[in-house]
């Protein structure tokens, strides 16, 4: 499962939860220079705000990103989804511009727009030609800080915000990876979906919308990253005129609480209209920044990661019990996840299902070769290099990981994959993927004739 | 308040698009055609140390009938299944061990091999990529597994209402043309194909002077150039095959509705349109992009931004080699289907109307351009592109006859261009039965 986000407007809160749960961990920057990238500049202006500045003079576009530490988990009762609401008012208009302002400017000069939302973190990006890199700094500012929330604007962006939870569950693989993060993490943050409660949404008016915006907007809550063929300083600059007046406001983010542990096998099937079955299992995993990380990182690789990897070859290549399978690793601040979703023909789930946990156990009892781990690391050297092909996506990198994270360690964990040993790789799927975790099965519904 | 603004920035639009064309994209390939015909492209690219390639064979479903309909797929998958040196678990292997990948698929006017590497292993991919399409070994149980793995794909679109909606608006507008289908054929015909019809159908198409190679990265043009002739000195010479005669595309023009159980509603709405050599490419183009294309076209700001009644609606053209098509999409609450099918047609009947004013013009004009120059960023992607041109026999220099062509069309080109294409529409909706 590698889904894309999507280019139309914040496909955003079910796409991202995805982006940080599909594939490897967060591979990207490294330490070492590679072809002329210097180290990104990264402050702390007086009121707090972060930026992070990577100078890449091989691009012709600039990468504004605007970061704000507020998703799904931040909400109480009666706000859940007001994040992700709050998001899409953003492109509403503000105190000096109208509704569309955003792509109505960005698109006349050739740019791309969007933003996403997720457990964690909402981000906004303005993708444009280098030289209007400026302007489009000013641009972010006001579209984050001076948003209006008008009430028939968000009268009307609340039935759009409905149309995209229709989309979502019109979707299987989509509503699959939502539905295993809700078993998994059930009462904890990290349960609730990111589009949220629709009692809660039709609530919302402008003065309580506003009111949760106004709490976590602010200054400290949030990081710019500019990415491009720029000069630092004229950047710096911008970025201080446009969000340097904002005063500083006290917030600590709340830490989490740890994801409930639980004993055996959290089951749930769901009758569909489809008539494939789709599997989901999912285990516990370490939060980013965790010692294992690395480690979870090359087994999710080896085990469900490329065509080459163990449950692809076995289960379908081999036994061609399945259409489809991949393995992967989500690694959030709070908590990870390890999952495997597959699709299959039958109705047969238990038999994938014994499949996949019989390639987990060859894996607990007699770890991974010296060449899987040897094309686990070259994978992860090579998605770094083909991630700086394009200004976004060392943006995306940076802000996630500046976000909920860490700078300094996103940008040395490809030196960190590196030093993962066979050993290491062992001792992880014995200490993760053990006999507790999550089984969600899509089930074919009967049909009426 | 917005059109004062708009003409604002309307003195950078035109300058804006171009100045997304990165040095890589600013200059055409190499190109160079072997003894043997096979056309190569190279492009030196040293921003990265990555390479890609893509490797165009003139077959597809274009080249297919219902009888053997999903064939050119079919053989794509199973390329990767197999050479005399290699099984497929070592060719995935071998990829993987370079810092990339390789896979494969079938189009309507071409089918693709791709792969990627690190820079520094671009002999090995080359080497690789010659071995899968030249020395397929095409084994039966591969075969039977790729079709059953199609057979489901087909089943899945079937149970989805968007896949659904647009299968059945393509095989509408198209009629008989092979366009009609979808890529991954039909169920009974993909039963019957076994592998004496797929090693026939190699032979028939994989020959030399059907193959495009394009590569694009931190390599030197002249020493892939050397290595693609010794790697690729197998392919066989001869066309092979004759242009297909293909039945003429005639668009129903009728609604069709599809009653599933769905949280939204799909509505679709198509029409015939030229191919991309046809002198009204570019202006469809822009017509597109106006009503359907980015945030800022018709459809999003009225369907969408006023109205409330989407969430995801677009419209889209793309490029082919025969008839093309344009259409226009929007998913809705069961309950405003009415009202937002209205909407949509509303915006098709105003654009065969009234010109669209100079604002939105210069918006879809910009839009459009540089979505396809932020789209030739990465070497995967410049390759893909320089092929595809070369597939359409468009030329090298078609990106820029292109981006020319695009800022040169006018209010009034548009109007015609409404008028004359967007007269009769294909409908199709899908949704629950009405309550």
Same mark, same amino acid.
């Given at each position: 499962?590698?889904?894309?986000?999507?280019?139309?407007?914040?496909?955003?809160?079910?796409?991202?939860?995805?982006?940080?749960?599909?594939?490897?961990?967060?591979?990207t920057a490294?330490?070492?220079?590679?072809?002329?990238l210097p180290?990104p500049i990264?402050?702390?202006?007086?009121?707090?705000?972060?930026?992070i500045i990577q100078e890449h003079r091989a691009a012709?576009t600039v990468a504004i990103h605007?970061?704000?530490?507020?998703?799904?988990?931040?909400?109480?009762?009666?706000?859940?989804?007001?994040?992700?609401?709050?998001?899409?008012?953003?492109?509403?208009?503000?105190?000096?511009?109208?509704?569309?302002?955003?792509?109505?400017?960005?698109?006349?000069?050739?740019?791309?727009?969007?933003?996403?939302?997720?457990?964690?973190?909402?981000?906004?990006y303005l993708l444009l030609?280098a030289?209007?890199a400026?302007?489009g700094?000013?641009?972010?500012?006001?579209?984050?800080?001076?948003?209006?929330?008008?009430?028939?604007?968000?009268?009307?962006?609340?039935?759009?915000?409905?149309?995209?939870?229709?989309?979502?569950?019109?979707?299987?693989?989509?509503?699959?990876?939502?539905?295993?993060?809700?078993?998994?993490?059930?009462?904890?943050?990290?349960?609730?979906?990111?589009?949220?409660?629709?009692?809660?949404?039709?609530?919302?008016?402008?003065?309580?919308?506003?009111?949760?915006?106004?709490?976590?907007?602010?200054?400290?809550?949030?990081?710019l990253v500019v990415v491009g063929p720029v000069?630092p300083?004229?950047v710096?600059?911008?970025?201080?005129?446009?969000?340097?007046?904002?005063?500083?406001? !006290?917030?600590?983010?709340?830490?989490?609480?740890?994801?409930?542990?639980?004993?055996?096998?959290?089951?749930?099937?769901?009758?569909?209209?489809?008539?494939?079955?789709?599997?989901?299992?999912?285990?516990?995993?370490?939060?980013?920044?965790?010692?294992?990380?690395?480690?979870?990182?090359?087994?999710?690789?080896?085990?469900?990661?490329?065509?080459?990897?163990?449950?692809?070859?076995?289960?379908?290549?081999?036994?061609?019990?399945?259409?489809?399978?991949?393995?992967?690793?989500?690694?959030?601040?709070?908590?990870?996840?390890?999952?495997?979703?597959?699709?299959?023909?039958?109705?047969?789930?238990?038999?994938?299902?014994?499949?996949?946990?019989?390639?987990?156990?060859?894996?607990?009892?007699?770890?991974?070769? !010296?060449?899987?781990?040897?094309?686990?690391?070259?994978?992860?050297?090579?998605?770094?290099?083909?991630s700086r092909?394009t200004v976004e996506g060392l943006a995306l990198a940076y802000g996630?990981?500046?976000?909920?994270?860490?700078?300094?360690?996103?940008?040395?964990?490809?030196?960190?994959?590196?030093?993962?040993?066979?050993?290491?790789?062992?001792?992880?799927?014995?200490?993760?993927?053990?006999?507790?975790?999550?089984?969600?099965?899509?089930?074919?519904?009967?049909?009426?004739? | 308040?917005?059109?004062?603004?708009?003409?604002?920035?309307?003195?950078?639009?035109?300058?804006?698009?171009?100045?997304?064309?990165?040095?890589?994209?600013?200059?055409?390939?190499?190109?160079?055609?072997?003894?043997?015909?096979?056309?190569?492209?190279?492009?030196?690219?040293?921003?990265?140390?990555?390479?890609?390639?893509?490797?165009?064979?003139?077959?597809?479903?274009?080249?297919?009938?219902?009888?053997?309909?999903?064939?050119?797929?079919?053989?794509?998958?199973?390329?990767?299944?197999?050479?005399?040196?290699?099984?497929?678990?070592?060719?995935?292997?071998?990829?993987?061990?370079?810092?990339?990948?390789?896979?494969?698929?079938?189009?309507?006017?071409?089918?693709?091999?791709?792969?990627?590497?690190?820079?520094?292993?671009?002999?090995? %991919?080359?080497?690789?990529?010659?071995?899968?399409?030249?020395?397929?070994?095409?084994?039966?149980?591969?075969?039977?597994?790729?079709?059953?793995?199609?057979?489901?794909?087909?089943?899945?679109?079937?149970?989805?209402?968007?896949?659904?909606?647009?299968?059945?608006? %393509?095989?509408?507008?198209?009629?008989?043309?092979?366009?009609?289908?979808?890529?991954?054929?039909?169920?009974?015909?993909?039963?019957?194909?076994?592998?004496?019809?797929?090693?026939?159908?190699?032979?028939?198409?994989?020959?030399? !002077?059907?193959?495009?190679?394009?590569?694009?990265?931190?390599?030197?043009?002249?020493?892939?150039?050397?290595?693609?002739?010794?790697?690729?000195?197998?392919?066989?010479?001869?066309?092979?095959?004759?242009?297909?005669?293909?039945?003429?595309?005639?668009?129903?023009?009728?609604?069709?509705?599809?009653?599933? !159980?769905?949280?939204?509603?799909?509505?679709?709405?198509?029409?015939?349109?030229?191919?991309?050599?046809?002198?009204?490419?570019?202006?469809?183009?822009?017509?597109?992009?106006?009503?359907?294309?980015?945030?800022?076209?018709?459809?999003?700001?009225?369907?969408?931004?006023?109205?409330?009644?989407?969430?995801?609606?677009?419209?889209?053209?793309?490029?082919?080699?025969?008839?093309?098509?344009?259409?226009?999409?929007?998913?809705?609450?069961?309950?405003?289907?009415?009202?937002?099918?209205?909407? %949509?047609?509303?915006?098709?009947?105003?654009?065969?109307?009234?010109?669209?004013?100079?604002?939105?013009?210069?918006?879809?004009?910009?839009?459009?351009?540089?979505?396809?120059?932020?789209?030739?960023?990465?070497?995967?992607?410049?390759?893909?592109?320089?092929?595809?041109?070369?597939?359409?026999?468009?030329?090298?220099?078609?990106?820029?006859?292109?981006?020319?062509?695009?800022?040169?069309?006018?209010?009034?080109?548009?109007?015609?261009?409404?008028?004359?294409?967007?007269?009769?529409?294909?409908?199709?909706?899908?949704?629950?039965?009405?309550?």
């Amino acid at each position: 499962m590698t889904p894309t986000p999507s280019r139309r407007r914040s496909v955003c809160a079910l796409a991202i939860v995805l982006l940080t749960t599909a594939g490897c961990a967060t591979r990207t920057a490294s330490s070492a220079p590679s072809h002329g990238l210097p180290a990104p500049i990264r402050e702390v202006l007086p009121n707090g705000m972060r930026l992070i500045i990577q100078e890449h003079r091989a691009a012709s576009t600039v990468a504004i990103h605007l970061w704000t530490g507020v998703g799904g988990r931040d909400e109480s009762v009666g706000e859940r989804g007001f994040s992700h609401f709050a998001e899409h008012m953003m492109f509403k208009g503000t105190a000096t511009r109208p509704r569309g302002f955003v792509e109505t400017e960005v698109e006349s000069v050739g740019g791309r727009t969007n933003a996403g939302t997720s457990n964690d973190y909402t981000f906004y990006y303005l993708l444009l030609p280098a030289a209007r890199a400026l302007p489009g700094i000013a641009l972010i500012a006001d579209m984050v800080l001076n948003s209006v929330f008008d009430p028939t604007e968000l009268t009307r962006e609340r039935e759009v915000v409905f149309e995209e939870v229709r989309l979502n569950e019109d979707n299987p693989r989509s509503s699959l990876g939502r539905q295993l993060y809700n078993l998994l993490y059930q009462e904890h943050p990290y349960g609730r979906p990111v589009l949220g409660d629709a009692a809660d949404l039709r609530a919302a008016t402008q003065e309580t919308l506003r009111g949760y915006y106004t709490r976590y907007y602010v200054p400290n809550n949030m990081t710019l990253v500019v990415v491009g063929p720029v000069d630092p300083a004229a950047v710096r600059a911008a970025a201080l005129e446009a969000f340097g007046a904002r005063p500083a406001v !006290p917030y600590t983010r709340p830490p989490l609480p740890a994801p409930g542990r639980f004993d055996g096998v959290r089951d749930r099937a769901v009758e569909r209209p489809e008539r494939q079955t789709q599997l989901g299992l999912a285990w516990l995993g370490p939060p980013l920044g965790h010692s294992d990380m690395a480690a979870v990182d090359v087994l999710g690789h080896i085990l469900g990661g490329p065509r080459s990897s163990r449950l692809n070859q076995a289960l379908r290549e081999r036994a061609r019990l399945v259409s489809s399978i991949s393995g992967w690793y989500g690694a959030l601040q709070g908590a990870g996840t390890i999952g495997v979703t597959a699709q299959l023909e039958g109705r047969d789930a238990g038999a994938v299902e014994q499949a996949i946990l019989a390639e987990i156990e060859r894996v607990r009892s007699d770890g991974v070769t !010296p060449d899987e781990l040897a094309r686990a690391i070259t994978a992860s050297e090579a998605e770094r290099e083909f991630s700086r092909e394009t200004v976004e996506g060392l943006a995306l990198a940076y802000g996630r990981a500046e976000t909920t994270w860490n700078l300094e360690e996103e940008r040395a964990y490809v030196d960190r994959v590196r030093k993962v040993t066979r050993a290491e790789v062992q001792a992880a799927a014995r200490r993760y993927l053990t006999a507790s975790y999550a089984r969600l099965t899509f089930v074919p519904r009967a049909r009426t004739p | 308040m917005r059109a004062p603004r708009l003409l604002g920035t309307a003195v950078l639009a035109a300058t804006a698009a171009w100045a997304l064309v990165g040095a890589a994209a600013a200059q055409g390939p190499r190109r160079e055609q072997l003894p043997s015909g096979l056309t190569l492209l190279v492009r030196e690219n040293t921003a990265t140390p990555v390479v890609a390639a893509s490797l165009f064979v003139r077959v597809g479903s274009r080249w297919e009938t219902e009888d053997d309909a999903g064939i050119s797929h079919l053989l794509q998958q199973v390329l990767l299944k197999g050479t005399p040196t290699r099984s497929a678990l070592e060719i995935a292997e071998a990829a993987e061990g370079l810092g990339g990948g390789i896979s494969a698929s079938a189009d309507m006017d071409f089918s693709e091999l791709r792969a990627t590497a690190l820079a520094r292993n671009w002999k090995k %991919m080359i080497e690789l990529m010659a071995d899968v399409a030249l020395r397929p070994t095409l084994p039966d149980a591969e075969i039977d597994g790729e079709r059953r793995v199609m057979l489901t794909a087909l089943r899945s679109r079937q149970d989805q209402p968007f896949p659904l909606a647009m299968d059945t608006v %393509m095989s509408r507008v198209y009629g008989d043309h092979p366009y009609g289908r979808p890529i991954l054929g039909r169920p009974a015909a993909l039963e019957r194909i076994d592998r004496a019809a797929l090693l026939a159908y190699h032979q028939r198409f994989y020959r030399a !002077p059907r193959m495009i190679l394009a590569v694009s990265g931190d390599v030197s043009a002249r020493e892939v150039m050397a290595e693609v002739a010794r790697r690729f000195a197998a392919a066989p010479a001869g066309e092979g095959e004759p242009e297909p005669t293909l039945p003429a595309a005639a668009a129903r023009a009728d609604r069709t509705v599809l009653v599933r !159980p769905s949280a939204q509603a799909q509505v679709l709405v198509a029409f015939l349109a030229p191919p991309t050599s046809h002198p009204d490419y570019a202006a469809v183009k822009v017509l597109t992009t106006a009503l359907g294309g980015g945030m800022a076209g018709r459809l999003f700001t009225e369907v969408r931004d006023k109205q409330g009644l989407a969430y995801s609606t677009g419209g889209a053209y793309p490029s082919r080699l025969g008839p093309g098509v344009l259409y226009m999409q929007l998913g809705t609450a069961p309950a405003n289907q009415v009202r937002a099918e209205a909407a %949509m047609l509303g915006e098709l009947e105003r654009i065969r109307r009234d010109p669209v004013n100079p604002a939105e013009l210069t918006r879809a004009k910009a839009y459009l351009l540089g979505n396809f120059a932020l789209d030739r960023r990465t070497n995967a992607r410049l390759a893909w592109y320089d092929a595809f041109f070369e597939v359409l026999g468009v030329g090298l220099d078609f990106a820029d006859r292109y981006t020319r062509a695009v800022e040169a069309v006018t209010a009034e080109d548009l109007l015609r261009v409404a008028q004359t294409y967007l007269a009769a529409p294909t409908i199709v909706t899908l949704g629950p039965a009405a309550q």
